[in-house]
């Protein structure tokens, strides 16, 4: 079953700084564009950052020079470095990736998400 996962969310001071991973697995042939996604209960979920394969990397302007977004090709995983965070940022991230499996059209794949609270 292809699937992703997200891990390292937490609780963290304004000020701080959190790593988010994302594994992807399965019977995995290609992954295209991966990318970051956030949602506040109430609201839509809005983009983070977005890598393609080759490393092309797109940010919201709310978190330009604070993130940092990257993938592993060979281990099939995608990180978000996350400093200087701000309240504001508090909400569930999801992890998405746009993948072709064996046996499978190619698709987009979410995580169940993670949730990052700032606060002090």
């Known amino acids: 079953q292809v699937q992703v996962v997200e891990s390292g969310g937490g609780l963290v001071q304004p000020g701080g700084s959190l790593r988010l991973s994302c594994a992807a697995s399965g019977s995995i042939i290609t992954i295209y564009t991966m990318g970051w996604y956030r949602q506040i209960p109430g609201k839509q979920r809005e983009l983070v950052a977005t890598?393609?394969?080759?490393?092309?990397?797109n940010y919201a302007d709310s978190v330009k020079g604070r993130f940092t977004i990257s993938r592993d090709n060979v281990k099939n995983m995608m990180y978000l470095q996350m400093n200087s965070l701000k309240p504001e940022d508090t909400a569930v991230y999801y992890c998405?990736?746009?993948?072709?499996?064996?046996?499978?059209?190619?698709?987009?794949?979410w995580g169940q998400g993670t949730q990052v609270t700032v606060s002090s």
């Open positions: 998405n990736a746009d993948m072709w499996a064996t046996g499978q059209w190619r698709a987009d794949y």
């Open positions: 890598i393609t394969s080759g490393g092309s990397t």
